[in-house]
């Protein structure tokens, strides 16, 4: 085993997912998936689990739909699905990962690709007419996580150091004025047009920019896939709370529950769901256990 190669055995990824369509909405709009790849084989996961880096790559998304009748719920669904047949073609060389790059033009055409099939149908299906919906992606390769983002579901990172920070932009005029200092969570969190996307998958939108980064991850590092529902009812500072500290034993288990669990508890006007994943050590600690 060469040296790159035991790097990467020396992490782990836990994860643990839930979603709730809250105490208001008659369905489910939202959808996440998790996926286990390689060159030979593709692998759905579980809501809740743990597994190595060393001979595949991960990736999480969750979608949040809209639209007349069950378009949104439709929507969701197609974009989640679109995820397993384009990323695979990725997956790390025999001498080492996708450079940032390669990723960037993946990720690119997997947002295009969905945004085409809805508005094809869109189009073509009148119970489809307008079926529009967001996609917060994250590819854990070897060395980096790549992200790829459109609307307002949101991606965090939760450093092994501490804090929160939100990766992705809000497509919103709301999260824009958020962005300048002009108002607060607060005010951002309560704001009559906080949930009018300026961007979407499908519907009347041309052209699709989804946001494209990559960020080095280290162990301990949290990360927090949700949809707008879960921020309803927590605040940053909630999120960090709940969450809680890196690597304490049986934090992990039912995470993704427990967040969604007390955001619906504090709102549930909207559909909930949040998808958590940490990077877990298994050989020893120290700078070398960072991945470059």
Request: glycine share 12%; proline share 2%.
């Amino acid at each position: 085993m060469n040296a790159t190669a035991r790097n990467i055995a020396r992490f782990r990824l836990h994860w643990s997912g839930c979603s709730d369509r809250g105490k208001v909405r008659a369905n489910n709009e939202d959808a996440f998936v998790g996926l286990r790849f390689n060159r030979q084989e593709l692998e759905r996961l579980g809501k809740e689990g743990q597994s190595t880096l060393q001979t595949a790559d991960f990736v999480f998304a969750v979608s949040d739909g809209m639209g007349g009748a069950q378009a949104g719920e439709f929507a969701s669904r197609i974009a989640v699905e679109k995820v397993p047949q384009i990323l695979p073609k990725g997956f790390r060389s025999e001498s080492g990962h996708p450079e940032a790059d390669s990723a960037e033009v993946l990720l690119q055409a997997l947002f295009q690709e969905i945004h085409k099939a809805l508005v094809y149908l869109g189009r073509s299906y009148e119970e489809c007419r307008g079926m529009e919906t967001t996609l917060s992606l994250c590819w854990f390769a070897p060395r980096l996580l790549h992200f790829a983002h459109v609307g307002d579901s949101r991606i965090y990172h939760l450093p092994v150091t501490g804090g929160i920070r939100q990766l992705t932009e809000d497509d919103t005029h709301v999260g824009w004025l958020h962005r300048q200092g002009k108002i607060n969570e607060r005010e951002a969190r309560t704001h009559p047009r906080r949930n009018v996307l300026q961007k979407a998958l499908g519907g009347d939108n041309q052209f699709v920019d989804p946001q494209i980064g990559s960020v080095a991850y280290t162990v301990g590092d949290r990360f927090l896939l949700c949809s707008d529902g879960l921020v309803e009812g927590l605040y940053d500072a909630h999120l960090l709370d709940l969450i809680g500290v890196a690597g304490v034993a049986g934090t992990q288990e039912g995470l993704g529950q427990r967040l969604v669990e007390a955001s619906v508890a504090a709102s549930g006007r909207d559909n909930t769901t949040a998808l958590v994943i940490e990077v877990a050590g298994v050989g020893s600690g120290g700078d070398s256990d960072r991945i470059y």
